[in-house]
């Protein structure tokens, strides 16, 4: 009986030390890179990706443009004939009006990429400015 308590001392250490033998033969680094080279991702990179998709540009208008960009109006100042039908198109993330000083026109909010149009019929200098944004202010000189 003494020899086999013995031996059943010897037992959990020998599975011990092959188990750890095992175990660091199974995760050598080239068995791991092996296995991660393979696998696919689950995203697709373009998925992943933070800025926004480009937005259309809009359709080109006949007449003279004042685009809405980072809070100006660009060109702030323009001259056209009489009979000239301006168009804006707010380019910002925020919505903007075009209201003129002596409110003889003055536009809805204008949302991204919406436009706003106005016929200047009258010779004149027409001021005007967002309504939203009072510091934005630019001039239609019509000749």
């Known amino acids: 009986m003494a020899l086999k308590h013995r031996h059943a001392r010897w037992i959990p250490i020998a599975i011990g030390v092959l188990s750890a033998a095992f175990v660091a033969a199974c995760s050598s680094p080239a068995a791991a890179n ?7 991702t689950p995203v697709p990179p373009a998925a992943l990706a933070t800025l926004a998709p480009p937005k259309p540009a809009p359709a080109a208008a006949d007449g003279p443009n004042v685009a809405i960009e980072n809070f100006n109006y660009v060109a702030a100042d323009l001259t056209v004939k009489a009979g000239t039908t301006v168009v804006w198109t707010n380019h910002d993330d925020v919505e903007h009006t ?3 000083s002596d409110n003889s026109f003055s536009s809805q909010s ?34």
Do not use: E, R, W
Request: neutral net charge; hydrophobic residues 40%; contains cysteine.
């Open 34 to 40: 092996v296995a991660t080279a393979v696998l696919p």
């Open 98 to 100: 075009v209201t003129a």
């Open 110 to 143: 204008i949302p991204t990429d919406g436009q706003y149009s106005y016929t200047f019929n009258t010779p004149g200098t027409y001021s005007y400015f967002c309504a939203i944004h009072p510091f934005m202010t630019a001039k239609v000189i019509v000749q």
